[in-house]
């Protein structure tokens, strides 16, 4: 922050939430003042409950086990998207963010092409009661500011590129 750095990226796959409440515990330690001009994006499409069934807000206290034990489902509703920002502001201590972003589908390691169980999360994320439209009405509400895509290319070919973004931009 000293040398600019205004904009920080997370999302609770990384590390199970531990991102999030890491970069929660920074933001925490800083001054009223040098807060306001920060900029926290994170995704949604990914929902972490601890192993009991609770939603996983942490903190996980530096505990690698509790962190092993969360459970990972993919969510690409509106509802799930909700829910999800929710666990996200509590892991981060913040009362918003900036940015939201889809993070990864129809490419991750819950849901791949080719297993039995394989669920299109670009339609549902572009159908009725889907993450598109539950995220333009978060920043609608002004409970965001911004909507993104957050992909990877974990493999060749990716199969998130270009069909699926476009599907998804459009």
């Not at 750095?5 to 890491?22: H, I, K």
């Not at 970069?23 to 926290?40: D, Y």
């Amino acid at each position: 922050i000293a040398h600019g750095v205004r904009e920080f990226d997370t999302a609770p796959w990384y590390g199970a939430g531990a991102s999030e409440e890491r970069l929660g515990g920074a933001i925490a330690a800083l001054s009223e003042e040098q807060r306001q001009p920060l900029q926290v994006g994170t995704k949604v499409g990914r929902l972490y409950t601890e192993a009991d069934g609770r939603e996983a807000t942490g903190p996980f206290g530096g505990d690698l086990h509790a962190l092993r034990t969360r459970v990972c489902t993919n969510d690409y509703s509106a509802a799930g998207a909700r829910r999800s920002l929710a666990a996200s502001l509590a892991r981060l201590g913040v009362p918003r963010v900036h940015t939201l972003r889809i993070h990864d589908p129809n490419d991750n390691s819950n849901n791949r092409r080719g297993d039995p169980h394989f669920a299109d999360e670009v339609a549902e994320a572009l159908g009725e009661g889907g993450m598109v439209d539950g995220l333009r009405a978060m920043r609608d509400e002004g409970a965001i500011s911004q909507v993104g895509l957050g992909m990877n290319c974990n493999r060749m070919p990716h199969q998130g590129v270009p069909e699926e973004i476009e599907r998804l931009v459009k």
